[in-house]
């Protein structure tokens, strides 16, 4: 699943098991996600409602996640701004949802309405390079609550729009519903991702972070895969918002501060960057470091440190990972088992 | 790629696994059981913004709240039962409410949720606090969303709604300003909305009408317009950093209007601090309040509640939050008294639709089957000499077409040991 390794099995002239081994590859993501689905439909049955929940939150968070370390790992582009793409989504889940009250229809929307942002500022992300492309997407994660009091008619400023649910089909009960919801479109995002980046386009996405100039001989329009590169990334942002909708029942610019675009960096840089396993930990991380940060900072009993121990707790594992393990916490284990195998 | 299906399974296994191991602890219950109650414990819950944006003032409540709850059960609790409270805080944060609400009700299994603060953050929940069938009383809030007993039946306010209180300041207006010209800065959401309803129900339209947002400290373009227009008395809705903030613009471009303040951001000593050098401007402050001034050294409820916060909040600053919070706390110590020794959550809710409580508060309580609002009216304070004392008399109204009347205040004494007689 990470870059490196495709770029080691990718050398060998193709043989017949070269070939075999390259249809193995190309099921992979399909056994992956199906065991994925497994997983989560047995956590969901044996889990108590309120960590069927946390898992919830993990899938939403898993979505975003993935699309951005698509983005940033496989393509080189940084974007700080995605909190305001999950807004953006968010938002347009709300506003649907509350006008036609159809689950599906209102997530059909979420979606069409963050392609057409993130193509908007794929756009002009395109022609930045490095600190110039953190600016702009920085810019875009800081202007969410403007724009929600600038137009507070439809957005109704920083007190939001609650969301309108149907409950859910039959006697299942709210949280596993909202598991299985998250879980799916998490699924569904990771697995498109997958064929996506084993093809032609993760290829190119590559081509382009590694050396421009050669991807241009090469024959690869720069541009095109950039715009298209932050698109995918964007619509899994979008996604990802309307899940966190359906899980908050409400939409407001406190529910994706500037810290929270910051925190889906910092999630997928320690999970370890272009990988979608490590994604998958960054989502964990993120639901689970702010949860042990509240449970040890309850103990001591110092309300001050509840709401920033969550910080330091982040910052410290960044640099610990860092140190050990420069590839993230999804590298630690290929390492391992690599060397395991050549030492047998 | 199999490896990666592995370590994913055995992941979320372990993560299952570490999860589940401290869940779980719910309280075994004498007769029926009901959540969060035993026959030597009551528990219940709180989001609080402890941290983040709203915490100035705010978060010195919960510790009040709590520090009366230690004084009951030091005094042996209610029907012999002691009240853990168990405070979260949501940074002001309405996802974190979700999260943190989720993991009272589901996880900690509380009994009931006791004073959730704040507009946006508590909308939130609302729904799923009904699904659950938790009591949900007593929210620090003056939205009129908590009043809605046909869709929320647990739920129930604690402050005076925006709008009862636009009222009554609306009246002062009219009646001590009148022929002025009254202008209106309130927040962008429910609170400035409701309050700017009730201000115009009284005195007609503003001369000119700004708002404002939390995230974004200045309101400079506001009060530039509002001394354009002319404006003699400027009413604000404002939380107290916006108040302070409000006074010091105001006095930068020598602009001297009467200010008239809603009671959630008047809070003298909050505001003063915010002030700092600058805290004389707030003289001739109008605001209101329902409950006792935490100045009012001869009133035998601050005399009682400063004697707890002394023996059971480390002697923290005392101040209107903290008179605040303790009277939460007093006024859900008789709602358990009154629900008697076979504590139910319908039980509780019952007993709060019943009222007849008396405690530190000015004016009634307005609870019945058809009302879930908090308190009924507020009295009028003015700063002088760095204070706020009382004026006049109180005032109870209701948010529709109700004429704003006079009450007087009925003197309850509170129970030496804190918990009030069955």
């Not at chain 1, 590839?327 to 284990?333: D, E, K």
């Not at chain 2, 009551?42 to 941290?51: D, F, I, M, N, R």
């Not at chain 2, 869709?151 to 604690?158: E, I, N, Q």
């Not at chain 2, 004392?389 to 006079?406: C, L, M, S």
């Amino acid at each position: 699943m990470t870059d490196m390794k495709t770029k080691a099995s990718a050398s060998p002239v193709p043989t017949k098991v070269a070939q075999e081994r390259r249809s193995m590859r190309r099921l992979a993501p399909i056994a992956a996600v199906l065991a994925g689905g497994v997983v989560i439909l047995i956590l969901s049955y044996t889990l108590e409602p309120f960590r069927n929940y946390q898992l919830a939150t993990v899938g939403a968070y898993f979505c975003v996640t993935a699309g951005l370390t698509v983005l940033t790992g496989l393509n080189g582009q940084l974007s700080l701004g995605h909190g305001a793409l999950m807004a953006t989504g968010a938002y347009s889940f709300a506003l649907a949802q509350n006008k036609w009250l159809s689950l599906p229809l209102s997530f059909v929307v979420a979606i069409a309405v963050t392609t057409l942002a993130g193509a908007v500022i794929g756009l002009a992300a395109a022609r930045l390079r490095g600190p110039y492309l953190a600016g702009l997407t920085l810019a875009v994660a800081i202007v969410v609550p403007s724009v929600t009091s600038t137009f507070d008619e439809t957005f109704n400023s920083d007190q939001g729009l609650s969301v309108v649910l149907d409950p859910p089909p039959g006697t299942i009960p709210m949280e596993r519903w909202q598991a299985w919801l998250a879980w799916t479109g998490a699924l569904l995002t990771v697995l498109l991702l997958a064929f996506l980046v084993r093809g032609a386009f993760g290829r190119r996405l590559r081509a382009v972070r590694d050396d421009e100039t050669a991807a241009k001989l090469a024959g690869v329009n720069i541009a095109r895969t950039q715009v298209l590169a932050f698109v995918v990334s964007a619509v899994c942002a979008g996604l990802s918002g309307a899940l966190f909708a359906v899980l908050a029942q409400s939409v407001s610019p406190g529910a994706f501060p500037l810290t929270l675009s910051l925190f889906l960096v910092m999630a997928i840089v320690i999970g370890g960057l272009g990988s979608l396993f490590g994604a998958l930990l960054g989502a964990i991380l993120l639901v689970a470091l702010p949860t042990f940060a509240q449970s040890v900072a309850e103990q001591t009993g110092s309300h001050r440190l509840e709401g920033n121990l969550a910080l330091v707790v982040f910052g410290v594992v960044l640099i610990v990972v860092m140190l050990a393990a420069p590839g993230g916490l999804a590298s630690i284990r290929f390492t391992f088992i690599r060397r395991f195998r050549r030492e047998r | 790629m199999k490896r990666t299906a592995t370590t994913f399974v055995a992941a979320m296994v372990l993560l299952a696994a570490g999860c589940s191991s401290d869940g779980g602890g719910g309280g075994s219950t004498s007769g029926a059981d009901v959540p969060g109650v035993t026959d030597t414990e009551v528990v219940v819950g709180t989001h609080h913004p402890l941290t983040g944006p709203a915490a100035a003032g705010y978060a010195s409540i919960s510790p009040a709240t709590k520090a009366y709850f230690d004084f009951v059960n030091a005094n042996g609790g209610v029907h012999g039962r002691k009240i853990t409270y168990k405070v979260k805080d949501d940074g002001y944060n309405p996802a974190t409410t979700q999260q943190v609400v989720r993991e009272l009700v589901l996880q900690d299994k509380v009994f009931a949720v006791i004073n959730g603060l704040g507009t946006p953050t508590h909308t939130g929940v609302l729904d799923f606090l009904k699904t659950n069938r938790v009591p949900d009383l007593f929210v620090a809030s003056g939205s009129r969303s908590w009043n809605q007993p046909d869709k929320y039946p647990g739920t129930f306010g604690f402050n005076p709604d925006y709008t009862v209180e636009g009222k009554i300041l609306g009246t002062y207006v009219k009646d001590n300003l009148a022929g002025k010209k009254v202008c209106f800065l309130g927040q962008d959401d429910d609170f400035g909305r409701d309050s700017l309803l009730g201000l115009e129900k009284v005195v007609g339209a503003v001369a000119a009408k700004g708002t404002y947002v939390t995230s974004n400290p200045n309101v400079g373009p506001q009060f530039g317009q509002f001394k354009a227009a002319g404006c003699e008395v400027v009413v604000l809705a404002t939380i107290p950093g916006f108040t302070a903030l409000s006074i010091g613009t105001a006095a930068k471009i020598a602009f001297k209007p009467q200010f008239v303040v809603s009671n959630v951001g008047a809070d003298p000593t909050t505001v003063g601090k915010a002030l700092g050098a600058a805290a004389p401007l707030m003289e001739g402050l109008v605001a209101a309040n329902y409950l006792p001034l935490s100045t009012d050294e001869a009133n035998p409820w601050i005399s009682l509640f400063k004697k707890v916060n002394t023996e059971y909040n480390n002697g923290a600053e005392f101040d209107n939050n903290v008179v605040y919070g303790m009277s939460v706390a007093y006024l859900f110590v008789q709602s358990l008294q009154a629900a008697g020794k076979d504590l139910t959550r319908d039980g509780i809710v019952e007993a709060v639709k019943k009222n007849g409580f008396g405690g530190p508060g000015l004016v009634p309580l307005r609870f019945s089957a058809t009302d879930h609002a908090g308190y009924g009216g507020t009295q009028l304070t003015k700063v002088e000499g760095g204070k706020a004392v009382f004026f006049g008399t109180a005032y109870t109204t209701d948010d529709a077409e109700g004429a704003v009347a006079p009450h007087t205040a009925q003197v309850v004494t509170p129970p030496s040991n804190g918990v009030p007689a069955a």
